[in-house]
């Protein structure tokens, strides 16, 4: 089985992935699968100091979608919006973006 048919199983496995509508801002809505998840990360602050900060990523298959995300195109999952404020990474097979939730 070739690897990327793994990818899309996994994110397809409920234990994982969740399923999803990729809305653009430009272009036709999309139903995918994503993995959603709240990421917490060490910042150093100057001197001895550290900070903690937690966002929102949602990592998506490629292939399913067919364009990396921009910064203002939507997922909605379940009966929650996120919106994309930046890519965090592609390596071509999954897309990595974080998200804030819309309270709109």
Do not use: H
Not at 6 to 31: C, E, I, S, Y
Not at 43 to 60: C, H, K, M, R, V
Not at 90 to 95: H, Q
Request: contains cysteine; charged residues 25%; proline residues 4%.
């Amino acid at each position: 089985m070739p690897f990327d048919d793994m990818v899309g199983d996994l994110l397809r496995d409920p234990d994982f992935g969740q399923a999803a509508t990729f809305k653009p801002k430009v272009g036709t809505n999309v139903t995918c699968y994503v993995i959603l998840t709240k990421e917490i990360s060490n910042q150093p602050l100057i001197g001895d100091g550290q900070a903690w900060e937690s966002g929102l990523t949602i990592e998506y298959q490629l292939s399913d979608v067919g364009i990396e995300a921009d910064r203002d195109d939507m997922f909605d999952i379940g009966s929650t919006e996120y919106v994309v404020r930046r890519i965090l990474e592609n390596d071509g097979l999954t897309v990595k973006v974080a998200v804030i939730e819309s309270y709109s």
